[in-house]
């Protein structure tokens, strides 16, 4: 059964998305928005009172997708309990990915993380410059370097980087967070392999 949290998270998510494609006057024709929401059951997507979700699938498509994943190594910390950081990885990497904890590390550059802004935590951490982006991933370096060592050989933010090969701009927008940790895993997604975001918001504050 899904939680009125979970409503409420989805329809946030949905009027966030839609406050985006108006300010950047983007054409429908070039727009591809992705809705993640875990959890959901068939029987939820079938509900007649969901109106947001019907919306969906009137206007757009929807599908069904498996995503196998394999286990954290020694270099990543594992999600307990099991979460969706690894299909998260997957997703953006097209192909069978490993990912742990750090998936999670994903922040809006001009968010301030122990005292340093995320730029400036990122650009420590990879000695690359955020480049503008409006979101970075701080821990892209360790994540890449597991997988480059799993049997997999995935790459993260594959997806991101043949989106920016193609001329196109990536975004996201919101989080997952609980009062005790943040959980941005999503934006393993959309980066590219760099782990960067054009655009978008992640910050707790805003959301």
């Known amino acids: 059964m899904l939680s009125i949290r979970k409503v409420a998270k989805t329809a946030l998510l949905l009027m966030a998305l839609c406050f985006l494609t108006e300010a950047w006057a983007v054409p429908?024709?070039?727009l591809v928005i992705l809705v993640v929401a875990p959890n959901?059951?068939?029987?939820?997507?079938?509900?007649s009172d969901l109106p947001n979700l019907r919306r969906l699938f009137d206007k757009g498509s929807?599908?069904?997708m498996n995503v196998r994943t394999g286990r954290p190594g020694q270099l990543l910390e594992e999600s307990v309990p099991s979460g969706?950081?690894?299909g998260c990885v997957s997703l953006g990497a097209g192909a069978m990915a490993i990912a742990g904890t750090d998936t999670r590390r994903a922040y809006n550059a001009c968010e301030e993380v122990d005292g340093l802004t995320a730029a400036e935590i990122y650009e420590s951490l990879t000695g690359k410059s955020?480049?503008?982006s409006a979101i970075v991933h701080t821990a892209i370096v360790r994540t890449r370097k597991a997988n480059s060592e799993a049997s997999y050989r995935a790459h993260p933010g594959a997806l991101g980087s043949a989106l920016h090969a193609a001329g196109l701009v990536t975004a996201l927008v919101g989080n997952s967070?609980?009062?005790?940790?943040?959980?941005?895993?999503?934006?393993?997604?959309?980066?590219?392999?760099?782990?960067?975001?054009d655009l978008g918001d992640v910050g707790s504050p805003s959301l």
């Not at 959901?40 to 509900?47: E, G, N, V, Y």
């Not at 967070?177 to 980066?191: F, G, T, V």
């Open 28 to 30: 429908p024709s070039g």
């Open 40 to 47: 959901l059951s068939i029987r939820d997507l079938a509900r």
């Open 62 to 64: 929807a599908g069904l």
């Open 84 to 86: 969706v950081e690894p």
């Open 130 to 132: 955020p480049r503008g």
């Open 177 to 197: 967070d609980l009062p005790s940790e943040h959980h941005r895993e999503y934006a393993a997604i959309a980066m590219d392999e760099d782990g960067l975001i």
